[in-house]
C-alpha cells in the first residue's frame, strides 16, 4: 500500500485555532479524527502507487451565492473531507440551492516528482466542482459519488501553489443524483422520515500524485473460472499502442503473468485458483506495468479475488449462484450515515466498522443502499467477505427526469461501474428503487448488463411498492416486505430476492439522535422482544420462504439513522441492540439450510387426518373445533363421536395456494380452518380472495411433526396456548406469541383420523 508524503502545503490562517463543532451524537471514533491529515490511507486500493500527497486537512472556506465568483476572502476554515453540513467538518450550517461553497489551501510539489505530471485526484465531490490552481481553471466535474481528477502540471510554479475549489449542489432541488439526501437543518430535529441531512462539497479524500506521461489509470479485472484466467484491461493515458504485463502473485510467489496491448484484454493464467467466498475472503495481489519495448515506464499494483457469480436453476429453482453454488444472501440495509461526519465516516476504522458489524453478526452480504462509498470501502468488503449489492443513487422521488437529468444519471452510473467493477465483493448492480425518479427501467437493466457482464443486475428493488414499475428484465424480482418476510416468487426467468423487509426499532435512550421523535416499522417493547421477532424473521425465512424459492433477504437495517430507529446498532454505533451470538446462529442456520436443504414437506390431499400436540405434557391432545373456533382437547378411545368427528380434518390443496394446504373440518364439509385478526377458527368458505389465504397453511417442517405457516402471514403459525388456537408469531407482542415452548406449541403430529 502507498504511503503519504508529509510536508506537503502549509496550513491557512487561522488554522491553529480551528475545531470540530460539538456532534449530535459520538461515535468511537468521533474524537480519533485528527485536525490535519485525516483519512491519511491510501484512498485507491485497485490502483496503488508509491508516492502520493494527501490534501486532507484545514482548508480556507467560505460560502457565497450561488452566481457569485471567487470571494475576495475566506473567513471560515473547513476540515476536508467532511462536508459543510458535518459537525467534523468544523462548520455545521445547511446548505441550499442558493449557496456556493468555496474552498482554498497551498500545496508545494516535492522535488523528487520533477520530470512526471502532477494530477489533482478527488475521491468524490457533491455535486458540481470548478477546481483553479495558480488562478487558472485546471478542470470541472459534475456528479456526487464518482472520483475524478486533472492534471494539473502546466499550471504549476515551482514553489508554493494555490488551489481554489467551487461546489454547487442544489441537492433535491437540482436533477441530479441525491439518494436519501435533503435538504434540512442540521441539528437534531422531528420528522424527516426515510431522508436524511444533505451532504454538500467535498466528502472524499483530495490528494495529488506523480505519474508518468504515459500511464495506467484503471485496471478492469474479471475472474473467469472456466478457464481458470484473470481477464484484465488495463487502461491507460497517453498509452494508445502500448504493451502492458500483468502479474497475478500470492504470498509474493508469481502465479501467472500475461502481457498484452493497452485496452485490450489480456488472460493471466491463475491455475488451481483459490476461490473467493465470504468464508474464505482469498485475494491475489496484481501488479500492472506499463511497457515502452521492454523498460517499465509505469506501474501499479492492485488485488483481485477468484470467483463467479450467476443465476442458474438448482432444483429447479433460478437461484443465484457463486462459484456455481446456492448459498441464501442474507444481508442488511445500510445507508452508510454518520451522525458526525454525515456522509464520511470519521476514519477508516469506523468505515471497516460497519462492515464487520454485519460480519460479527453472521450476515454474508450487504446491501449499499443508494449511496456510493469510497473505493476503501469495498477494500474492506473483499477483504473481510461480504457480497455487495450497490444501488445506484436515486434521482428525487416523486419527479420524472428531464434529458438533461437522465443523460447525467447514466453518465455517473457508468462511471460508478468503472470505478468499482473490479472488486470481488460486489455481486449485483441495483438500478432504480421504489420508483423514484424512474424511467426506462428495462433499457436501463439491458445497458448495465451489457456494460457489466460480470454481475447481477437489478432493474428494480422494491417492484411491488409505491407506485414503482417493473422493467421486467434483469437476473432478480426484488420485493419489500415489512414487517415480511412475505411471499415474494421466483419466475423462469429471474430469482426471487426479498430487497427490503423488517424494520423493527428499538430505541435506546442517550443513544437517540433526537430523543423522542425515533420510528420505525415495529416497535419493539423491549430487548428481549427485538431479539425474539428478529430471530423469528431468520427463522422464518429458513423455514418457509427459502423452500418456496426465495433466495436472498435485505433486513432493515444495520444503524439507526437520524429519526429511523430499524437499526441492529444504534446511530452513533455506541450499542449493539440484539444479541450477536443468538443472531449469528439465526443467520448461519439460514445459510446452512440453502446448502443442504431439507426435503420438502408434503401432505397427504384428499384424506383426513388428525393433528396431536407435541408439546410435552400435551401430547393427548388434538386439534378441534368446538361453536366454530379451534381448540386443543384430548381425544381417546373412549371418545364421543362428536369430539372425534371435530379432531378430524380433510386435507386439501390450499384455496389461496396451491403450493399449501387448507383443513376441512370433517363434520362441516365446505367449511376450514382459517385465522381472524389472529383466533383461529371454523368458517365457511365465502369466496373471497382473503378468505381463502386465510384458509390457506404452507407445510414447514417441525421436529417430530410439521409446522402450518400462515400463506398470506408468512412467519406466523397455527399455535395452541392455554386450549386455544391462534395465530402466533415468533418475537411478536400478543399474549399468544409468548415464546415459552413456542416452537414445540406449533409443532402438530399428523397422523390417523379419529373420525375415518
Known sequence: MATALVGIGTAPAGAASWTPKPAPMTTPWTNQVPVDKPL??????????????????????????????????????????????????????????????????????????????????????????????????????????????????????????????????????????????????????????????????????????????????????????????????????????????????SGGTVVGTATGTVGSEISVPVPNAHLWTPEDPFLYDVKAELLDGSAVTDSAGGYTGMRSIAVAKVDGVLRPVLNGKFVFQTGTLDQGYWPDGIYTAPTDAALKSDLQAHKDLGFNMVRKHIKVEPQRWFYWADKLGLLVWQDMPAMDTGKSPDSAARTQWESEFHAIIDQHRSSPSLVMWVDQNEGWGQYDQARIA???????????????????????????????????????????????????????????????????????????????????????????????????????????????????????????????????????????AANQALIDASRNPAPPVTLPTGQYKSLRVTTPGYTDKYLRHQDALAFTSVVGAGSDAVLKNDATWKIVTGL?????????????????????????????????????????????????????????????????????????????????????TFTEDTTWAVEAPWAP
Open 40 to 249: 491519511p490511507e491510501y484512498p485507491r486500493p485497485q490502483l496503488t502507487r508509491p508516492d502520493w500527497a494527501n490534501l486532507n486537512g484545514i482548508w480556507d472556506f467560505a460560502v457565497t451565492g450561488r452566481d457569485a465568483g471567487q470571494p475576495a476572502s475566506f473567513t471560515d476554515q473547513i476540515r476536508v473531507p467532511f462536508v459543510a453540513e458535518s459537525a467534523l467538518s468544523g462548520i455545521q450550517r445547511k446548505i441550499t440551492e442558493n449557496d456556493r461553497l468555496w474552498y482554498k489551501r497551498t500545496f508545494t510539489v516535492p522535488s523528487d516528482w520533477n520530470g512526471r505530471r502532477v494530477e489533482l485526484n478527488f475521491g468524490a465531490s457533491d455535486w458540481q466542482t470548478t477546481v483553479w490552481v495558480n488562478g487558472t481553471q485546471v478542470g470541472a466535474h459534475k456528479g456526487g459519488y464518482d472520483s475524478f481528477g486533472f492534471d494539473i502540471t502546466p499550471r504549476l510554479n515551482g514553489g508554493t501553489n494555490t488551489v481554489v475549489v467551487s461546489v454547487y449542489d442544489p441537492t433535491q432541488t437540482g436533477g441530479q443524483a441525491v439518494g436519501k439526501q435533503r435538504i434540512n437543518g442540521v441539528q437534531p430535529h422531528d420528522g424527516g422520515g426515510i431522508f436524511y441531512t444533505a451532504a454538500s462539497g467535498i466528502w472524499q479524500t483530495v490528494w495529488l500524485e506523480p505519474v508518468a506521461a504515459a500511464h495506467i489509470t484503471r485496471l478492469d479485472m474479471t475472474p473467469n473460472l472456466g478457464d481458470s484466467t484473470l481477464r484484465v484491461k488495463v487502461q491507460g493515458a497517453s498509452a494508445s499502442g502500448r504493451s502492458a504485463r500483468v502479474t497475478v502473485s
Open 446 to 584: 439491458n445497458e448495465v448488463k451489457a456494460y457489466d457482464p460480470s454481475r447481477l443486475v437489478n432493474n428494480m428493488s422494491g417492484v411491488n411498492c409505491c407506485g414503482s414499475v417493473d422493467g421486467g428484465n434483469g437476473d432478480v424480482v426484488d420485493n419489500h416486505i415489512y414487517v415480511g418476510p412475505g411471499n415474494t416468487a421466483p419466475t423462469a426467468t429471474r430469482a426471487a430476492v426479498l430487497g427490503e423487509f423488517g424494520g423493527l426499532g428499538y430505541k435506546v435512550p442517550g443513544h437517540e439522535w433526537f430523543p423522542g421523535g425515533g420510528f420505525s416499522y415495529e416497535d419493539q417493547p423491549s430487548v428481549s422482544a427485538l431479539n425474539n421477532r428478529f430471530t423469528g424473521l431468520l427463522d422464518s425465512i429458513r423455514n418457509g420462504q427459502l423452500p418456496a424459492g426465495l433466495s436472498a433477504s435485505v433486513y432493515t437495517e444495520i444503524t439507526d439513522v437520524e429519526n429511523e430507529a430499524n437499526g441492529l446498532l444504534t446511530y452513533d454505533r455506541q450499542v449493539v441492540k440484539v444479541d450477536t451470538a443468538r443472531v449469528k
Open 656 to 740: 389461496g395456494n396451491s403450493n399449501c394446504y387448507s383443513l376441512e373440518s370433517r363434520n362441516y364439509p365446505g367449511e376450514y380452518l382459517r385465522h381472524q385478526n389472529f383466533r383461529v377458527r371454523r368458517d365457511a368458505d365465502d369466496g373471497s380472495a382473503l378468505f381463502k389465504a386465510d384458509a390457506t397453511w404452507c407445510a414447514v417442517a417441525g421436529n417430530g411433526g410439521v409446522r402450518l405457516s400462515s400463506a398470506n402471514l408468512p412467519g406466523s403459525y397455527l399455535r395452541h396456548i392455554d386450549s386455544e388456537v391462534w395465530l402466533a408469531t415468533p418475537g411478536g407482542t400478543h399474549a399468544w406469541d409468548n415464546p415459552a
